[in-house]
């Protein structure tokens, strides 16, 4: 992999990116433009990568860097990619090692801008974008938040969590690249759900699950990718907010339930991935319940709402897409799909994703296995990350809406 790193000081984010790419046991060359060493010096990219670097072209001329380090590389990104950088490789320049490597290079390239929101928002860059995209790079679009200084705004570079998703996402399906370039969702809203609802007993305790909220994230930030306008409804989700979406956290069912029904007012596609609870206490003390002698704790449960069954009955757009998931553990007696196909029915979506559960499956995890099915179809399992399964999960909506909206 290249690691570009241009002249911003959001530099020295690119160091934890850095780390996080080489534990995956990627061979990563970083090529930090002059102005980036400014920000971070060669000693500190040397150290971390365990590789020489340089950025021009005349350094170890023998070998032709300019030329192989495009030609070899799996994925070449760009974190921070400043405006001056756009500019630069969206003319073809080849001023210096990166823009070289850049104009060489035949793998998927992404780009992680940050600036100043004047610098983002202005035409000039949003036209250098528009057409590194057409040409078909991958351009994440900055977080909002606090910039250099007292400034806050759009231009933030997401963080280094969020970019090695999205890279490892790249390498492991090239396809993805080219959905993400062609902004494929593009004009769609969508509204997701992530993580694991809490009913709480007293102030103290509650009853819960153990969804980490990992698929809904990787949900959110591929739809975010691909163009979609995103909302994303987190119920105890203890991670950093993927860019560009709006967030609205969640505590119990009632709360998911309430969230998701306006957010599905205006959405086009609906994606579940939540785990809420299906009971809640009948009443909450508003005091610590306090052990007394040696009895136990009865509780009065009740159901929850139902919160995928009442956003299908409350649809008013046919074309709406709904997409639930379904946790299962099969029986002997039950399979999975058998399981799923019984929830499908009883639920009315569009399309359910199924997974097995249990110890040490799925929750917390950053792979899966699933199945999605309809009420016509079930497609073979797919196993992955979670970023790659998001991706197959979002192809199969988009084509239930576009075969609605015809």
Same mark, same amino acid.
């Given at each position: 992999?290249? *690691? ?17 790419? @080489? ?13 980036? *060493? ?37 994925? +070449? ?44 928002? !202005? ?23 606090? @910039? ?87 119920? !105890? +989700? ?69 919160? @995928? ?12 897409? @709904? ?33 097995? +559960? ?49």
């Amino acid at each position: 992999m290249v *690691l570009g790193v241009a002249g911003g000081v959001a530099a020295y984010k690119a160091c934890e990116l850095l780390r996080r790419l @080489l534990a995956d046991g990627h061979e990563v060359q970083v090529i930090p433009t002059e102005a980036a *060493l400014n920000f971070v010096g060669a000693a500190t990219w040397e150290a971390l990568s365990g590789r020489p670097v340089h950025t021009d072209v005349f350094t170890g001329a023998y070998e032709v860097p300019h030329v192989a380090i495009g030609r070899q590389a799996d994925l +070449v990104l760009v974190a921070p990619a400043t405006a001056d950088l756009l500019a630069r490789a969206a003319t073809g320049r080849a001023d210096d090692l990166l823009t070289n490597v850049l104009l060489t290079a035949t793998c998927p390239v992404l780009y992680a801008p940050a600036m100043h929101t004047e610098m983002w928002l !202005n035409p000039a860059t949003q036209a250098n974008v528009d057409t590194l995209r057409a040409r078909g790079a991958v351009v994440v679009d900055p977080a909002s938040g606090r @910039l250099t200084g007292a400034d806050s705004g759009p231009g933030r570079l997401p963080e280094a969590i969020e970019l090695h998703a999205v890279a490892a996402s790249v390498l492991a399906d090239r396809g993805i690249a080219g959905r993400a370039a062609a902004r494929d969702l593009a004009g769609l809203r969508v509204a997701v759900s992530a993580g694991g609802t809490r009913e709480h007993l007293d102030p103290v305790r509650f009853l819960g699950n153990s969804s980490s909220g990992l698929m809904g994230w990787a949900l959110a930030r591929a739809a975010a990718l691909r163009g979609a306008a995103v909302t994303l409804v987190a119920a !105890n +989700v203890s991670l950093p907010a993927p860019a560009d979406l709006d967030l609205i956290p969640v505590t119990s069912t009632a709360d998911l339930a309430a969230a998701m029904t306006t957010a599905a007012q205006e959405a086009d596609i609906v994606v579940m991935a939540a785990a809420p609870a299906d009971y809640t206490p009948a009443s909450a003390s508003d005091t610590k319940l306090k052990k007394t002698g040696d009895a136990g704790l009865e509780l009065d449960l009740v159901q929850t709402t139902d919160v @995928l069954a009442s956003l299908v009955r409350g649809r008013t757009d046919p074309r709406q897409v @709904l997409v639930g998931f379904a946790a299962e553990t099969p029986t002997p007696d039950h399979g999975l799909l058998e399981l799923g196909r019984a929830k499908l029915a009883r639920k009315g979506c569009d399309l359910l994703v199924l997974n097995e +559960v249990g110890r040490d499956k799925v929750f917390g995890r950053s792979t899966s296995e699933i199945v999605i099915i309809s009420a016509e179809t079930a497609r073979p399992p797919l196993a992955g990350s979670k970023d790659e399964l998001a991706h197959r999960i979002w192809d199969e909506a988009r084509a239930v809406r576009a075969a609605k909206v015809e």
